[in-house]
């Protein structure tokens, strides 16, 4: 039941294990990448397997390539645009809009999958949030350092260590109930509940300051005008929807001219399928002819790449729902709405754009997660280490360039607060809705929870990110400096040198039996 056991076999068998183990292909989403190894070029060709390895490896780069593209064009302005729409705080959008984005995935695929193996999940959440928290939130400080609010902070470190003590108490002997899981899931509660009584309170003390907020976008163009409605149409989608960057063609060198080649087909793709809303472009980002079209294709992509664009509701495909419902949509759209100015229902794309991002980086984190486990199953490395390395990698990368691209365009606090939000989404939720539907499952009501080797090994480093953190934060007077977020990095570097170690016993990891065997043998 585990494909690392593919290696104790003789490479002309391999292939045949792979097809039959349900396990292999635990890792495929869209492409079977262990297959691909292992079936098509075949272990026995040394020299092609290895150089199928590095293509794999130089796939993954593209899918970075991918999320940092799709983060910094199109979700960080949409996140802004939402923001400033609901007129929220950086700290409140991170934990609630940024965190779920982030988070949601993971948290579904892992409530989707209950009976998935226990040890493989509790190291992947434990480890991404430690990667989250320690690398993303520490990067965030190093490229923007800011000055943090005491009392935001404190609540962000005291609830998740209450939850990391909590899990650690609670499933020392494997086992967690239900009412376990309910405190889990409480606490989560608990805590966005202060967050947003807290925006509240700001918001009810800045007073009529708020309210008297004058509008200064205003749209002198509502009065007549001879401009015709669709001037410039054709000429103004084709100017937006060529993905190549005129200005960075034209500075750019070989390499960046080939770089700009490689990623062109994907961005062509998203410009076709998601909506640009961003407050700081011209018209924010508005486009007749493409945004039009945006009706259409975004939910058709999003139906499509699901799998269920061919299931019928009334007889019907759900993809042709789509269409009669989006055409008369696109029509009205169009008799509605100018080319030279954006109508006033633009926000309201504000949402696709917000669902198409959070689809585009679902998908390709995927297959970076695929990608990341056949690395992994090659390099024959435990499910432990697994999870808590390049599945918490793999899984956290949607995190990282989403928060990095936020912080390099000025929005830190926001993107530092995910970092918070997004983990303890996972961690709360995920583990804590997992073992309820487990716990359901059994007459006794208790779910049975594996840790695996590295588990308290992942509980102990990251209680020692949170409070390193809290304590650098208390000796900088909540100053978050660029040091700050160099202690955040190298504390996880130290969990990562301690759990690799561990994994090749050279050391014992936490959680291990240090003690010698009384009869002798080892």
């Known amino acids: 039941d585990d494909c690392s056991y593919l290696h104790r076999l003789p490479v002309n068998e391999q292939c045949e294990f792979v097809q039959a183990t349900e396990a292999c292909a635990e890792s495929q989403f869209y492409f079977n990448y262990v297959g691909f190894l292992y079936c098509t070029i075949g272990s026995e060709r040394d020299y092609l397997f290895?150089?199928?390895?590095?293509?794999?490896?130089?796939?993954?780069?593209?899918?970075?390539?991918?999320?940092?593209?799709?983060?910094?064009?199109?979700?960080?302005?949409?996140?802004?645009?939402?923001?400033?729409?609901?007129?929220?705080?950086?700290?409140?959008?991170?934990?609630?809009?940024?965190?779920?984005?982030?988070?949601?995935?993971?948290?579904?695929?892992?409530?989707?999958?209950?009976?998935?193996?226990?040890?493989?999940?509790?190291?992947?959440?434990?480890?991404?949030?430690?990667?989250?928290?320690?690398?993303?939130?520490?990067?965030?400080?190093?490229?923007?350092?800011?000055?943090?609010?005491?009392?935001?902070?404190?609540?962000?470190?005291?609830?998740?260590?209450?939850?990391?003590?909590?899990?650690?108490?609670?499933?020392?002997?494997?086992?967690?109930?239900?009412?376990?899981?309910?405190?889990?899931?409480?606490?989560?509660?608990?805590?966005?509940?202060?967050?947003?009584?807290?925006?509240?309170?700001?918001?009810?003390?800045?007073?009529?300051?708020?309210?008297?907020?004058?509008?200064?976008?205003?749209?002198?163009?509502?009065?007549?005008?001879?401009?015709?409605?669709?001037?410039?149409?054709?000429t103004d989608f084709c100017d937006h929807v060529n993905p190549l960057d005129p200005e960075e063609w034209n500075e750019g060198g070989w390499m960046t001219?080939?770089?700009?080649?490689?990623?062109?087909?994907?961005?062509?793709?998203?410009?076709?399928?998601?909506?640009?809303?961003?407050?700081?472009?011209?018209?924010?980002?508005?486009?007749?002819?493409?945004?039009?079209?945006?009706?259409?294709?975004?939910?058709?992509?999003?139906?499509?790449?699901?799998?269920?664009?061919?299931?019928?509701?009334?007889?019907?495909?759900?993809?042709?729902?789509?269409?009669?419902?989006?055409?008369p949509i696109m029509v009205v759209v169009f008799y509605t709405s100018r080319t030279d100015r954006c109508p006033t229902y633009h926000k309201s794309f504000t949402i696709l754009s917000f669902l198409g991002c959070i689809q585009v980086i679902y998908i390709v984190a995927q297959e970076v997660v695929s990608v990341l486990e056949t690395v992994g199953i090659v390099l024959k490395l435990s499910k432990s280490v697994l999870g808590l390395s390049l599945l918490a990698w793999g899984n956290s990368v949607g995190d990282l360039f989403s928060n990095v691209a936020l912080a390099r365009q000025g929005y830190g606090k926001m993107a530092f607060a995910a970092c918070f939000g997004g983990p303890l989404l996972n961690l709360c939720l995920g583990l804590g809705l997992t073992f309820i539907t487990k716990a359901f499952s059994v007459p006794n009501l208790v779910a049975e929870v594996r840790k695996g080797v590295m588990g308290e090994n992942c509980e102990a480093y990251l209680f020692q990110i949170l409070t390193t953190t809290w304590l650098c934060l208390l000796f900088t007077n909540f100053q978050g400096r660029r040091s700050v977020g160099l202690s955040m990095i190298v504390t996880y570097l130290m969990f990562l040198a301690f759990s690799f170690l561990g994994e090749f016993e050279l050391i014992h990891p936490y959680g291990t039996d240090h003690h010698p065997d009384p009869n002798g043998n080892g």
């Open 50 to 234: 290895q150089l199928g390895f590095v293509l794999l490896l130089c796939v993954c780069v593209y899918y970075f390539v991918v999320l940092g593209t799709t983060a910094d064009q199109f979700f960080c302005p949409t996140l802004a645009a939402i923001a400033k729409t609901l007129n929220i705080s950086e700290a409140l959008a991170g934990v609630t809009i940024l965190a779920f984005g982030n988070g949601s995935p993971d948290l579904f695929t892992a409530i989707a999958n209950p009976d998935a193996d226990t040890e493989l999940m509790f190291s992947e959440l434990l480890g991404s949030a430690a990667f989250v928290i320690g690398v993303i939130g520490g990067t965030v400080l190093l490229i923007q350092p800011f000055d943090f609010p005491p009392w935001g902070i404190q609540r962000d470190l005291a609830f998740f260590i209450a939850a990391i003590v909590w899990i650690t108490l609670k499933a020392a002997d494997e086992r967690f109930s239900l009412l376990d899981s309910s405190v889990l899931i409480g606490m989560y509660l608990l805590f966005l509940a202060l967050v947003i009584w807290e925006f509240v309170q700001t918001r009810r003390e800045e007073g009529s300051s708020i309210s008297t907020r004058a509008n200064n976008h205003i749209r002198g163009l509502n009065s007549e005008t001879d401009v015709p409605t669709n001037e410039g149409l054709l």
């Open 257 to 327: 001219k080939t770089f700009c080649l490689l990623k062109a087909p994907f961005v062509l793709l998203l410009l076709l399928t998601i909506p640009i809303v961003d407050t700081t472009a011209e018209r924010d980002g508005w486009t007749k002819l493409l945004n039009i079209c945006h009706c259409l294709t975004l939910p058709l992509m999003i139906v499509f790449v699901n799998g269920v664009a061919l299931i019928k509701v009334a007889n019907v495909y759900i993809f042709l729902w789509i269409v009669l419902f989006a055409v």
